[in-house]
């Protein structure tokens, strides 16, 4: 807080605390992102594992065989669960880094706004593929 | 650089080298790393979605020597986030803060992660190798 002298600092004692805490820290929202990391990532220690073990299944079948598994009903829909919640946990942890190591404004804005472009693309893609396997479409 | 002319804090260089410190900086880069290897996750969706020429693609580009040493650093990253990220979530509830504890969290999260790598490229070479 600025240290100020005569009248000002009369008046600035006059003023309701609240003057300060106005407009800086979070109201309502601020422990939304650091939630939703830890609810994403308990999602994924699931999903990965499950991932993992689906991938190794899959390591010597022919194309129709891999197409079929990923078709059965459990398969696709824990694949598009698991594309969609990495993608939401990878963004949150790259928004992070790039606020901590990128401190031109500017530069940090343009990256911020592109990871998220990057993963929604990412995420849908991923879930329209998953469907038109698992659809036959 | 910053807009303003700050002091700033003494950063990495100054500091003696700890297992606290690797398992922090580890966590952000490995993922980095599977931010990016989430995009290939998606890349094999869709080959195999759009037919079987895209999914031998797929597999042959994978299945390369390239393709290979990226996959193990991939598994070793998974596997050191998931140990980490589990090792995380257990401090979130407040527990093993003291130093010792820290420590040795920490070491078991560097080890378990190559127990995960070395287990899963086992299943790999029992299965007769990957490609």
Known sequence: MNLRVGTDDVRSQLRHPMKFARGLGSAQH???HWWVQRVTAAALIALGLW???TVLSLLH???ATAKALVARPWNALLLMLFVVTAFWHAVLGLQVVIEDYVHTRWKEVV???A???LAVLGALAGVLAVLRIALGV | MADTQRPLSPHLQVYRWQIQMVTSILHRATGIALAVGTLLVVWGILALASGEAAFEQFKSCTGSPVGLILLVGWTWALGYHLCNGIRHLVQDTGAGYKIPQFVRSSWLSVIGSFVLTVLI??????QGGAA
């Open chain 2, 121 to 126: 490229w086992a299943c790999v070479l029992a």
């Open chain 1, 111 to 113: 990256l911020l706004v």
């Open chain 1, 115 to 117: 990871i998220k472009f």
């Open chain 1, 51 to 53: 991932f993992v073990v």
């Open chain 1, 61 to 63: 079948a022919d194309y």
């Open chain 1, 30 to 32: 601020g422990a939304d």
